[in-house]
């Protein structure tokens, strides 16, 4: 699957480590801001930028956000929230941000709580939607692919489906 990843420059090298951990599995980075120097004042390659970063989001299956984050990391989430994207946060809550409440978003408190993300296909489910799920710590999530619902898998009475 693509994942985007949000946080701020100062967060590189934890970006770095996540991107590797992701991609060692399988997954594909839509878009890899560490590339670019931090602190760039050209208004067009700013622009240029920002038009990569949001592409990155929309071409993601599934967002990532590293906090502490800045502005950059919050437009970013919320571009992926209005794309009906799962997000997952991990770190410290940064004060009050009503969207990190949103039902697209699961908080976990570092990213080592994070299992093993995978997407399943419309026919394993009597839905008839593909979904994107993740183990977290002993919890199961999944998302359906572009819509509002979203749903916990309890292990002791639900059965996820296979992980690949």
Not at 79 to 105: N, Q, R, S, W
């Amino acid at each position: 699957m693509k994942f985007y990843i949000a946080t701020g420059y100062e967060n590189k090298v934890e970006h770095n480590r996540v991107r590797d951990l992701l991609v060692g599995d399988g997954h594909e980075i839509t878009y890899d801001w560490t590339i670019m120097e931090a602190g760039v004042t050209d208004f067009p390659i700013q622009r240029a930028i920002a038009k990569a970063e949001i592409q990155g989001v929309i071409d993601a299956d599934f967002l990532i956000v590293l906090l502490p984050g800045k502005f950059g990391t919050h437009a970013e989430l919320g571009a992926a929230l209005a794309l009906d994207k799962p997000v997952i946060l991990c770190g410290e809550m940064e004060g009050e941000c009503i969207f990190h409440a949103h039902p697209h978003v699961t908080r976990i408190p570092e990213f080592s709580h994070l299992g093993k993300i995978w997407r399943t296909e419309p026919h394993q489910h009597i839905s008839g939607k593909p979904k994107i799920v993740a183990n977290i710590g002993d919890n199961t999530r999944w998302w359906d692919i572009g819509s509002t619902d979203e749903s916990y898998i309890d292990p002791a009475t639900d059965y996820p489906p296979d992980s690949p």
